[in-house]
């Protein structure tokens, strides 16, 4: 008994010992990459783009601020490490865009993604993963939506969607106002929920249509619905 006893002591001390292991491994390597490009300079790049030929967008924005919002064209301003290029490309209707800045743990270059639109246009599908940084979205009309965000708050204004979404943000706020959606299912870990004026809630809000719903949650942070 005395020999299962230890053996287990040992298997979960090994098991403590592997995870911390993983954990100070897996910071070391952001740190090197961030160290990698203090030095570097920043460089900015713009591009157009024929919105017809583009139905869904696909934006891996790393630690970039995002600013997304109605202009004349679908055109993008980059501002970015130089020896990190963005990459961008349209396949199969899908415009898709890598920051390249995914083991980076912070902005200190102040790297941003501007991201317009012509009026009107409506998109099939809207995705935004992001590790750090802030996004904002004005008057963007989608099917169906989906951001998500490790650190860092979420603002859009007259934002439709149509279909079952989601934005998400594991630290941070979430603010969105004039908006347009079938329903909503809001849950936020830590923080308070207030919908057109008034608190609903500190754990989850629901209504509308839920098959359909815009879910909205927030680690930490709370959710604003104006």
């Not at 570097?40 to 583009?54: C, G, I, Q, R």
């Not at 490790?150 to 706020?173: F, H, M, Q, R």
């Not at 959606?181 to 830590?190: E, K, R």
């Amino acid at each position: 008994m005395m020999n299962k006893v230890s053996k287990k002591r040992t298997l979960v001390f090994g098991s403590l010992v592997l995870l911390s292991s993983f954990f100070l491994l897996t910071g070391c390597g952001q740190n090197q990459a961030d160290k990698s490009v203090q030095n570097s300079k920043t460089v900015e790049m713009s591009k157009d783009f024929n919105s017809s030929a583009v139905e869904k967008l696909r934006i891996d924005s790393g630690v970039m601020d995002v600013k997304i919002e109605e202009g004349e064209a679908l055109h993008f301003n980059v501002k970015y490490i130089e020896e990190r290029k963005p990459t961008m490309e349209v396949k199969d209707k899908t415009l898709n865009f890598d920051s390249k800045t995914n083991d980076l743990s912070k902005n200190d270059k102040k790297l941003s993604l501007s991201l317009t639109f012509p009026k009107g246009k409506k998109f099939a599908d809207f995705n935004v993963k992001q590790s750090d940084g802030v996004v904002e979205i004005k008057g963007l009309k989608t099917q169906s939506l989906k951001i998500s965000s490790g650190n860092g708050s979420i603002t859009a204004d007259k934002l439709t969607v149509i279909k079952a979404s989601s934005i998400s943000s594991g630290n941070g706020g979430v603010e969105l106002s004039d908006l347009t959606a079938p329903g909503l299912n809001i849950s936020v870990g830590n923080g308070d929920i207030s919908v057109y004026g008034k608190e609903v809630g500190k754990r989850q809000y629901k209504e509308g249509d839920q098959e359909k719903a815009l879910k909205i949650t927030s680690g930490n942070g709370s959710i604003e619905i104006k």
